[in-house]
């Protein structure tokens, strides 16, 4: 399931222009030259930017305070090196505008869309325009990943033809686990570098008479999604990338053996009375943001939390992360050799209204310093390797920085691309009724036939 990490405020679209006289050196929100910052790359390619002098570039998203402002701090090393006007206007209703603006000839140059679904399918209708001519090949190379994010940005024109529409800039990650660097260390445990290693710590923290995970699945009438990602992220780490789209494509059956197989794998840790924290019965029923807690009891209830980039939200008051807690990536199975797979999510650029200036910020996001001044400021993660690391606002985004950046490979959550009564329904209740004991093949045969059912 995806959750915004963004903060999105209802209110006023609001706009703010850059010119060549309001985005003076003295405005820039970190002098050139000064910080944790790429600034030879940025001088070199200031030096032979173009003159943009009375030309706009409109840009519309959903970031609204603070991170409409963050986003303007950005613009404006544009601006100062070009002479363009930069406006971003920032809306709660961007999903709906986007598509009226763009269906009546109103679209502003670029469109950042929350999730690639409404980009795919307005390229499917001739409202965007493929990126510049080389911007593929530079994803390729310098995004960890970098096919992935290729495939994630790529969808079909109006004529069926595969076209490059797409530049991810923020991402989050999903594939995290989290547990008590105290606790690890009283009880001589040590962070697994594998699936095999996460199994073994599992059943070793069982041997000692503690439970190892806490996992829950309640979310009011969402409960269940939880176990989604758990699935998808066990499916990404027993099949390669190309099942794990056949999969949320329904190119291959739900209930499939290898589907059924990663839902008995994340079954391994979830429907064992001796795994989970207050057993398996406990699981459907306990709230995921109350799920975390048993980390910091005392005695831990638990040592063990697999969850997105957001749960520190749900972490008690006062809890300092690298002390109180810590992170690390929910590894692959080193037998089968499949890399370091990545489950998340992700923002895009996508032009709505082509011209030469367009063209020139979007070769301007190349540059590590147009994601380096927002990560020093906000939760902004890229799998930009061009970047320094140090310039990440904390240790907790700058961990998850490394994570994308090593990252073989990256998908979005596959319950957000099945259609909503598959992924936000029969998946969810299915998950619930597996954890409660059902069949996981006569789990996977009832969503199927549901996703039959929609077709």
Known sequence: MKFRLMACTAGIALSLAFGAGAASAADLKFPVGEGPFNWDSYNKWAESAPDLKGQTVTIAGPWLQPEDGYFRSVLAYFAEATGAEVIYTGSDSFEQQIVI??????????????????????????????????????????????????????????????????????????????????????????????????????????????????????????????????????????????????WTKNEIPFDDERVVAAIEEFGWFARDDAKVAGGANAVASTDFRDSPKGLFSSPPQCYLHRQASFVPAFFPDGVEFGSDVDFFYFPAYAEKDLGN???????????????????????????????????????????????????????????????????????????????????????????????????????????????????
């Open 341 to 455: 797979p990545v489950l998340g999510g992700g923002t895009l650029m996508a032009i709505t209204n082509p011209s030469d200036a367009t063209n020139e910020l979007m070769k301007f996001f190349q540059l590590p310093l147009a994601h380096e001044v927002m990560m020093a400021q906000t939760g902004f993660l890229t799998p930009h390797k061009g970047v320094n690391l140090e310039a990440y606002l904390n240790d907790t985004l700058r961990g998850q920085g490394e994570i994308l950046i090593n990252a073989t490979t990256f998908r979005f959550d596959g319950s957000d691309l099945m259609p909503g009564g598959v992924g936000a329904g029969t998946f969810w209740t299915g998950m619930v009724d597996y954890t409660g004991g059902k069949d996981a093949k006569e789990v996977a045969s009832e969503i199927q036939k549901s996703w039959d059912a929609l077709k």
């Open 101 to 246: 603006d763009a269906e009546a000839g109103a679209a502003p140059n670029i469109a950042v869309f929350p999730q690639p679904g409404l980009a795919s399918d307005m390229a499917a209708r001739g409202l965007l325009t493929p990126l510049p001519e080389g911007m593929g090949g530079w994803v390729a190379d310098n995004y960890g990943a970098g096919d992935s994010w290729v495939n994630l940005g790529t969808y079909q024109d109006k004529d069926g033809a595969d076209q490059l529409y797409g530049f991810f800039y923020n991402v989050n990650v999903k594939s995290l686990v989290w547990y008590v660097p105290e606790n690890f260390e009283d009880a001589g445990y040590e962070v697994p570098e594998s699936m095999e290693d996460l199994k073994a710590l599992t059943e070793q923290i069982v041997a000692d008479g503690e439970t190892p995970w806490c996992i829950g699945l309640g979310s009011g009438a969402a409960t269940g999604w939880p176990a989604t990602d758990w699935v998808e992220d066990m499916m990404l780490r027993t099949q390669s990338a190309d099942v794990y789209d056949q």
